[in-house]
């Protein structure tokens, strides 16, 4: 076979294969990537960095404090109207029927229909579960799920977090790796939307000034409950 032939013989068979995308290779095994400079405990960095953002952070110290500490945060806002998610730690700790107790106008995603956006902007503050926090940079990540929308943590002024200790990752980079496809194991695949929130929303644009709140909540309070840090 000439070259001419065995080149026109590749090309031959390759339009025969038809024109399909191979699959990238899975990344190999590295183990878990670790701190990053972040300290000893990530819980005390978590709250550090979220305070050195703006953000304000509560350690729930037993059962009944998150309820508590969610009381407290809305009585000094003097807040009325409030917008919970769904699942997670909110179900978990009855949040809606508490809040609904005190009197408080409490909307969840269940009481609202199709033509709901409006609701969103009324309420006082948004209320929501988290997927994980970052210890390094004090940052919440949020998914975008059905019982979570994104327009729950972005459009109220104040932003209500309730996480477990657990949650807490060392940095990005741990983040990344649970959606990480590996060779021995297909990993969770990162949901349509991640959300990181650093502190309140900030600006810089207008005369170098640097605002809160102009592109999402002046305010961000994060609660931790109980639970070992790196587990789970």
Do not use: W
């Not at 076979?1 to 590749?10: G, S, V």
């Not at 399909?20 to 960095?49: H, I, M, S, T």
């Not at 998150?66 to 000094?76: K, T």
């Not at 409490?106 to 409006?118: C, I, M, N, P, Q």
Request: hydrophobic share 40%; with cysteine; aromatic share 4%.
């Amino acid at each position: 076979m000439t070259a001419r032939e065995a080149f026109l013989e590749r090309v031959k068979s390759a339009v025969a294969e038809g024109n399909r995308a191979g699959g990238a290779p899975p990344l190999p095994e590295r183990g878990r990537v670790g701190y990053q400079g972040a300290g000893a405990d990530p819980v005390e960095r978590f709250c550090q960095e979220l305070i050195a953002a703006g953000g304000k952070a509560y350690l729930a110290s037993d059962a009944d404090a998150p309820l508590r500490l969610v009381q407290e945060i809305l009585q000094s806002l003097n807040a009325r109207r409030i917008l919970l998610t769904r699942g997670g730690l909110i179900d978990q700790l009855g949040l809606a029927g508490m809040l609904r107790r005190l009197g408080l106008e409490v909307k969840t995603l269940d009481d609202l229909g199709a033509d709901s956006r409006e609701e969103f902007f009324q309420a006082d503050v948004g209320i929501t579960n988290v997927h994980r926090l970052i210890a390094e940079t004090g940052t919440v990540v949020l998914t975008s799920r059905p019982n979570e929308p994104r327009s729950a943590s972005l459009l109220p002024p104040v932003h209500i977090c309730l996480a477990e200790r657990s949650q807490i990752l060392p940095d990005l980079f741990d983040l990344f790796d649970l959606f990480a496809p590996t060779a021995s194991a297909s990993k969770t695949l990162p949901p349509s939307c991640l959300t990181l929130i650093t502190g309140p929303s900030k600006t810089g644009d207008i005369e170098l000034k640097l605002v809160t709140g102009v592109h999402g909540p002046g305010e961000v309070h994060v609660i931790l409950l109980a639970g070992s840090a790196g587990e789970g």
